[in-house]
C-alpha cells in the first residue's frame, strides 16, 4: 500500500466557525453536511452514504450522548451505521483514521466522516473543567492541573532545553491571526500585533491568553470513498496517502519525553512512510495549535525541523503564508477556532481546499501534496494524515 | 498488612493519607509502578509487592495556574511541576511554601502529605503536595 491512494475525498463541509447562539450541535453539523452534499451534486446522500463517523468530545456541553446517532439522524441518514469516536481533542482524526478502515476493509465504499462540537454557552469556568477530563483524574485533575497547565509543563522544559522564548511563541499566535483574518469561516479574523500577545494575561505561565486556542462552536465533514469510486463522484478527488495513529501514556508525567510529543512523532513515521513521502515534500500543513507551544513541537515531532528548532524556524517567517512550508494557512485552532471535536476534519477541510486550489486569499501556490497533525489531550493520542493531489 | 492490599489508586491514596509514599514492584521482572498498578504493563504479571519510595527528588519542569479550576481558585495563582524522584520515577504535585519566582529547574523538593479533608462523596483521597527539601 506504500505509496499507494488509501481512500480519496470527493466532497468536505465546513460550519462558520464562532460563538453561534441559539444553536444546537445537529444543527451546526447540519450546516457543515449541507455544504458537503451541495459541492458534490452527483452523491446522493440517502443512496450512496453507507456510514457515518463522528468525533465528539464532550455530553456535558448540551447534556447530549449517542451523537452518532443524533448526527445521523438531522442529516436524514436513516439507518446508516452511525458511530461516535472520542479521543479528547483527536477525536475526528481518529473518526477519520476509523472511516478509513471502514473504507478499505470493502464493508462501505462511501462514508461520511466529521466532527462537532458546541461549547460556548457554558461558562467558560465549566468549559475549562470538561476539556480537562481529556487530562489524567487521580494524578492531574485531582492535584488542580489544567489543560493549559499541561502545555505550560512542556513549554518550560522546551525553554529550558532549548532556549525557546515567550516571543517565539507569541510569533505562532501573531502568525495564526494572520492566517485567520485571510478566512471568511474562522472564528476570529482579525490581527494581533506581538506586543499585544506578550502582555496578554496570564493563564498558565508562561503560557499567556493569546497562547491558548478559542473556545468555539463548530462541525466539519468529509466524504470519503475507493479511489477506483472517486472519479464517478468528482473530476478532482483528493487522496489520502497515508494514515498514522499512535498512543501514549494518559498521564503526562509518566513520559519519556516532555520536549516532544512522541505519540505525534510516532504517528507521523508511519503515515510519511505509508505515504513514501518525506518531510521536505510537504507544501503546507495543519496543525494542532491547541496552544502556540504545540505548534512548536509539532514543527518538530513532524521532522519540519530538527529537535530545539522550532523557535528558529518561526523567527525566519518559514511557517508562514508565503514561506517554505505554511502551516495552519486556515488559522489553525488559535484563530479558525477549536470546537474539539470538530477540528481533526476540519484540518483536513482546509487541506482539501488548498490542494483543490480552492483557499482564495490564503491559497498556497501549486500546493500537492499537504499534512494534518490532530492531537488529543496532552499527547496520549495522536493522528497524522498526507493528502496528495489525485 | 499492606502486603495483601490491593495495588489500585485507592490503596496508593490510603498510604498517601499515613504519610507513606509506596509504588508497586513487579516481582516477576522488577518493574516498580508509580501510582500501582494492578497489571504489569511490562509483564502482564499480576504479582507485586509494596515498596517505600523515598519522597524527595528534584523538579524537572513547572508552570503557575493563575486561572485555575473552580474549587482550587482560592489558591491561584500557585505552582505545579513534575518531580523526578530519586530512583527515576515522576511524579506531579502542587508547590507550596516557596516564592514562586524562587522555583527554579532543578531545585530539591520533598512531599508534603498535609491532607486536606474532602467534602465529596468520591472520591476522599487526599491531597500532596512538594516543598523546598
Known amino acids: ?390 | 498488612m499492606s502486603e495483601q492490599a490491593p495495588f489500585t489508586i485507592e490503596q496508593f491514596y490510603k498510604h498517601i493519607n499515613q504519610g507513606k509514599l509506596l509504588g508497586g514492584r513487579c516481582t516477576k521482572c522488577g518493574k516498580v509502578h508509580l501510582p500501582p498498578r494492578p497489571l504489569c504493563d511490562n509483564c502482564y504479571s499480576k504479582d507485586f509487592e509494596w515498596t517505600e519510595i523515598s519522597s524527595r527528588g528534584k523538579l524537572v519542569t513547572y508552570t503557575v495556574i493563575h486561572i485555575a479550576p473552580a474549587q482550587f481558585q482560592s489558591m491561584a495563582p500557585y505552582a505545579m511541576g513534575i518531580v523526578q524522584l530519586a530512583n527515576g520515577l515522576r511524579i506531579l504535585g502542587m508547590i507550596k511554601w516557596v516564592a514562586l519566582e524562587q522555583i527554579k529547574i532543578g531545585m530539591e523538593l520533598k512531599m508534603d502529605f498535609g491532607t486536606c479533608q474532602v467534602a465529596q462523596p468520591w472520591p476522599q483521597w487526599p491531597r500532596y503536595c512538594f516543598k523546598p527539601a
Not at chain 1, 96 to 121: F, Y
Not at chain 1, 303 to 315: K, M, N, T, V, Y
Not at chain 1, 368 to 377: A, S
Request: charged share 20%; hydrophobic share 40%; aromatic share 6%.
Open chain 1, 1 to 390: 500500500m506504500n505509496g499507494k491512494p488509501l481512500v480519496s475525498i470527493v466532497s468536505v463541509g465546513l460550519s462558520k466557525f464562532g460563538k453561534l447562539e441559539g444553536l444546537y450541535a445537529r444543527e451546526i453539523f447540519a450546516e457543515a453536511a449541507k455544504e458537503a452534499f451541495d459541492r458534490c451534486p452527483k452523491l446522493d446522500p440517502k443512496k450512496d452514504i453507507q456510514a457515518l463517523y463522528v468525533g465528539h468530545m464532550g455530553e456535558s456541553y448540551e447534556h447530549q450522548g449517542h451523537t452518532g446517532a443524533t448526527m445521523a439522524d438531522w442529516i436524514g441518514l436513516g439507518h446508516v451505521p452511525a458511530t461516535r469516536t472520542e479521543a479528547a481533542c483527536a477525536s475526528s482524526g481518529a473518526a477519520l483514521r476509523a472511516a478509513i478502515c471502514a473504507v478499505r476493509s470493502g464493508l462501505s465504499d462511501v462514508v461520511m466522516v466529521g466532527g462537532v462540537e458546541k461549547m460556548t454557552h457554558r461558562p467558560t469556568a465549566e468549559v475549562t473543567e470538561y476539556l480537562a477530563m481529556a487530562s489524567d483524574y487521580p494524578f492531574e485533575q485531582w492535584n488542580g492541573m489544567t489543560f493549559p497547565g499541561l502545555y505550560a509543563l512542556m513549554a518550560t522544559a522546551h525553554m529550558h532545553e532549548y532556549g525557546t522564548t515567550e516571543r517565539h511563541l507569541a510569533m505562532i499566535a501573531v502568525k495564526n491571526h494572520y492566517h485567520g483574518s485571510l478566512n471568511p469561516k474562522a472564528h476570529m479574523q482579525k490581527e494581533i500585533t506581538l506586543e499585544a500577545a506578550l502582555s496578554s494575561r496570564v493563564v498558565a505561565w508562561p503560557l499567556k491568553l493569546y497562547d491558548c486556542s478559542l473556545i468555539t462552536d463548530g462541525a466539519s465533514c468529509l466524504i470519503l470513498t475507493t479511489p477506483e469510486l472517486a472519479r464517478k463522484f468528482t473530476d478532482t478527488p483528493i487522496d489520502i496517502v497515508g494514515s498514522g495513529q499512535a498512543g501514549d501514556t494518559i498521564g503526562l508525567y509518566e513520559r519519556k519525553s516532555l520536549t516532544s510529543v512522541t505519540a505525534a512523532k510516532v504517528a507521523a513515521e508511519k503515515a510519511y512512510e505509508m505515504a513514501q513521502v518525506t518531510p521536505s515534500d510537504i507544501d503546507v500543513a495543519e496543525v494542532h495549535d491547541c496552544f502556540t507551544i504545540a505548534e512548536l513541537i509539532a514543527y518538530e515531532d513532524l521532522a519540519f525541523c530538527g529537535p530545539g528548532q522550532g523557535g528558529s524556524l518561526i523567527e525566519r517567517g518559514e511557517t508562514k503564508l508565503g514561506g517554505r512550508i505554511p502551516v495552519n494557512t486556515s488559522g489553525g485552532l488559535k484563530a479558525k477556532g477549536h470546537p474539539v471535536g470538530a477540528t481533526g476534519t476540519a484540518q483536513a477541510y482546509e487541506i482539501y481546499l488548498q490542494l483543490t486550489g480552492q483557499a482564495d486569499r490564503r491559497q498556497v501556490k501549486d500546493a500537492e501534496i499537504g499534512l494534518t497533525h490532530n492531537v488529543g489531550g496532552s499527547g496520549a493520542t495522536a493522528t497524522v494524515h498526507i493528502y496528495r493531489r489525485a
